[in-house]
């Protein structure tokens, strides 16, 4: 995922890629006033979760506010994502890395992406090449909230995963 995360990244325009950059340099904890210490600034927020064609495709959310979105519990957050920004990921979630233990599941499972998927298609890719039997579904025009992009079709896809196997 930090090879993912670290290509998106790369593609953001320059003068914002330039910004994060910045802000990344400066360190992203300790701003501000004393509550916001232990959180990202609202610009690194906007910018680091307003990079997100990622996030939405067909039904971008005009309510969708990067700031206003933000984790409710930052401590939870930062143990599990890092502290190192939105782009490494360096928190206790690098160690469910489970990638070589997919074999293992026996049972019927979909896998569902959007086409521009924050997690990169390719990583469902391989977790289908991976889990014997699995259905692999990537929903067309559509970021990781394929569910919100694609509503008609995400529902096709589990009715009719859950028709085959329930």
Not at 40 to 61: K, M, N, S, V
Request: charged residues 25%.
């Amino acid at each position: 995922m930090n090879e993912v995360l670290a290509r998106e990244k790369a593609a953001m325009p320059p003068d914002k890629l330039k910004r994060l950059d910045e802000l990344e340099a400066a360190g992203l904890y300790g701003k501000g006033a004393p509550w916001e210490h232990g959180r990202y600034p609202d610009e690194y927020e906007t910018l680091a979760w307003g990079y997100f064609p990622f996030l939405y495709g067909a039904r971008p959310d005009a309510n969708y506010v990067p700031a206003s979105n933000a984790p409710t519990n930052w401590e939870l957050y930062r143990e599990m994502w890092g502290s190192d920004g939105e782009f490494v990921i360096d928190g206790n979630l690098k160690s469910v890395e489970y990638v070589d233990r997919l074999h293992t599941i026996h049972v019927p499972t979909l896998i569902i992406a959007g086409d521009h998927d924050e997690c990169d298609p390719s990583l469902s890719k391989e977790m289908h090449e991976k889990i014997a039997g699995s259905k692999l579904v990537i929903l067309p025009n559509s970021g990781h909230m394929n569910f919100e992009d694609q509503p008609h079709l995400w529902q096709q896809a589990v009715e009719g995963f859950l028709g085959n196997h329930g």
